[in-house]
C-alpha cells in the first residue's frame, strides 16, 4: 500500500515562473491537506481539500496560490510568478476521515532563485 | 488564533534516560492532540494521537494531556541515539486543520 505521494521532491524555479506541486493521497484517503514549512519554521496550514471540493483555504496566501483536487488524478498546489519568500517544504497529507490523524508525503522542496 | 507552544530546545539526555517533551496550548476548548516526529530534511511521522486526559502508552513512548492546565506532554523512555530529530506538537481544529508548534530538538548522546 504506498504512502502519500509527492512529485516532483526538488523544484527549482526563477522568479516570476509557476510552480506546480502534485499530491496522491493514500489508497481510500479522500481528505488532502497542504501544509507548508519555511526554514527553521513550523509547519503552517495552508488548504483543506476533498474530491472536487476546497474545504478551507484559510491558510492560503490571497494571491499566486491555488489548490485542486480533481475528480481524477493528484491534488495540485499552484503558485504563480514565484518569489524567493516562497522557498520552503510543501508537504502533503491525506487521511480517510476527517478525525483521523495524517499520514504525510515526503515533501517537495522548492528553490526559487 | 489557536496558539502551540514548545521550548524550541536543543534538549540533551544521555542514551537510556527519559526524554520529556512538553507542550502548552492556548485554546481550552482544544480536544485532539498529535505528537510528530521529524528528522532533518524529511516529512514528519506521526508518534502517537491523545484525546483523553491522563496517560497514553505506545511501547517506549507514552503521551500525557493535562485538559486543565492546557499541557501535552511526551515521555521517551529509554532514549536512543536514533530518537534525535525534531519533536511536534499538534492540535486539530476543526476539519481536522492542524495546528503545530515550531518543534523541539532532541538529541540523544551515546
Known amino acids: 500500500n504506498a504512502g502519500v505521494m509527492q512529485n516532483p521532491r526538488h523544484l527549482v524555479r526563477r522568479r516570476g515562473q509557476e510552480a506546480r506541486l502534485r499530491c496522491s493521497p493514500m489508497?481510500?484517503?479522500?481528505?488532502v491537506y497542504w501544509y507548508r514549512q519555511l526554514p527553521e519554521e513550523g509547519l503552517k496550514f495552508m488548504v483543506y481539500l476533498q474530491k472536487e471540493n476546497i474545504i478551507d483555504e484559510s491558510g492560503m496566501p490571497k494571491e499566486r496560490f491555488s489548490a485542486e483536487f480533481p475528480k481524477e488524478g493528484p491534488s495540485i498546489l499552484r503558485i504563480q510568478q514565484v518569489v524567493r519568500g516562497d522557498s520552503a517544504a510543501y508537504f502533503c497529507?491525506?487521511?480517510?476521515?476527517?478525525?483521523?490523524?495524517?499520514?504525510f508525503g515526503s515533501g517537495t522542496r522548492l528553490t526559487v532563485v | 488564533q489557536k496558539e502551540v507552544e514548545q521550548n524550541s530546545g536543543p534538549l540533551s539526555v544521555p542514551e537510556g534516560a527519559i526524554a520529556s517533551l512538553n507542550c502548552t496550548y492556548s485554546?481550552?476548548?482544544?480536544?485532539?492532540f498529535f505528537w510528530y516526529r521529524q528528522y532533518s530534511g524529511k516529512s514528519p511521522e506521526l508518534i502517537m494521537f491523545?484525546?483523553?486526559?491522563g496517560d497514553k502508552e505506545d511501547g517506549r513512548f507514552t503521551a500525557q494531556l493535562n485538559k486543565a492546565s492546557q499541557y501535552v506532554s511526551l515521555l521517551i523512555r529509554d532514549s536512543q541515539p536514533s530518537d534525535s530529530a525534531t519533536y511536534l506538537c499538534?492540535?486539530?481544529?476543526?476539519?481536522?486543520?492542524?495546528?503545530f508548534g515550531s518543534g523541539t530538538i532532541l538529541r540523544v548522546k551515546s
Open positions: 497529507a491525506s487521511s480517510p476521515r476527517s478525525e483521523d490523524g495524517y499520514t
Open positions: 485554546d481550552r476548548g482544544s480536544q485532539s
Open positions: 499538534a492540535l486539530a481544529e476543526y476539519g481536522n486543520k492542524l495546528v
Open positions: 489508497k481510500g484517503h479522500s481528505h
Open positions: 491523545i484525546y483523553s486526559n
